[in-house]
């Protein structure tokens, strides 16, 4: 008996597990929208890191970080140049 109470936790902890990873699925993708280049409209930069935590990858997007830390679309981008 106690190997069936034993197999009956370990079935409930790895649904649970896995359930809780459905569940909590924080793809980049899921958090809050697209960012579209030139346009920070709707924009959130903390649900971005893989754009806004890389200056390179902002910069190719067309968004510059002032001093203050607001991002600012560059005023010598246009659609296409990068």
């Known amino acids: 008996m106690l190997s069936k109470t034993k197999i009956a936790l ?4 790895i649904i649970g597990t ?5 569940a909590n699925d924080s793809g980049e ?3 809050g ?6 346009s920070l409209d709707g924009v ?5 890191p893989g754009i806004f935590g890389n ?4 910069r190719s997007y067309g968004f510059v970080q ?3 830390g607001t ?6 981008w246009r659609q296409g140049t990068r």
């Open 66 to 68: 002032s001093r203050d």
């Open 33 to 38: 929208g697209s960012v579209r280049p030139g």
């Open 44 to 48: 959130n930069p903390a649900y971005h």
């Open 10 to 13: 370990a079935a409930a902890l």
């Open 18 to 22: 896995a359930s809780a990873a459905l």
């Open 29 to 31: 993708n899921n958090m």
């Open 55 to 58: 200056p390179a990858v902002a």
């Open 71 to 76: 991002w600012h679309v560059r005023a010598d």
